[in-house]
């Protein structure tokens, strides 16, 4: 199965899911790698204090950092945050930035919530991108473009993994210069 966290890492750069899935090489994570983690610990200890009023949903049921994993949809991960309403559900993604969101984080979204609506039979329409601590958000109306554009993505990993293949990458400086396995991939800079 095709884990949700590499659809992002694909979209920076296809070679990402290479090293995450066909080298025994350990990374070498940049800074803002640990600031995430720190920003997700954090949201998980004020997850009990807090209401969630800005988001104005009435749930019946919230998920924390729940796995989640469907053969048939060749997908699985663990979703930040979860509401389950009477007819919806609604995947949060915390994310440790300051500025817009990227199209994988959208997708990464896409996933969880399709992950979600097939354990229960809910309709998957929107989710939200959570940023700061004090609940900056982004409502993401999901489409039909956005699933599908998933779909093609989990197929090109699976493609790579498949077939051990080492992608070609359109990343650029910025993008190299941020990368946790830079040292490993000499063409790029």
Do not use: W
């Not at 990374?27 to 204090?49: A, C, F, R, T, W």
Request: charged share 25%.
């Amino acid at each position: 199965m095709i884990a949700i966290n590499l659809i992002r890492q694909y979209l920076f750069c296809p070679r990402i899911v290479y090293y995450i899935s066909l080298t025994n090489i350990k990374p070498i994570y940049p800074k803002h790698v640990k600031l995430g983690e720190e920003y997700h610990n954090l949201q998980d200890n004020m997850l009990h204090s807090r209401k969630f009023k800005k988001l104005n949903i009435n749930y019946e049921k919230i998920l924390n950092n729940e796995y989640l994993s469907d053969e048939d949809l060749n997908i699985s991960g663990i979703v930040d945050l979860a509401f389950i309403t009477k007819d919806n559900v609604i995947p949060i993604e915390f994310k440790n930035i300051t500025k817009k969101y990227s199209y994988g984080h959208i997708l990464q979204l896409v996933g969880y919530g399709l992950l979600l609506e097939k354990k229960y039979n809910k309709a998957f329409e929107y989710g939200y991108i959570i940023f700061g601590n004090n609940l900056k958000f982004y409502k993401i109306k999901i489409t039909n473009k956005h699933k599908k554009d998933f779909f093609d993505v989990v197929n090109k990993i699976d493609y790579i993994i498949e077939n051990e293949i080492f992608p070609n990458s359109s990343a650029n400086e910025n993008k190299c210069s941020q990368c946790e396995y830079l040292n490993f991939c000499d063409d790029r800079i």
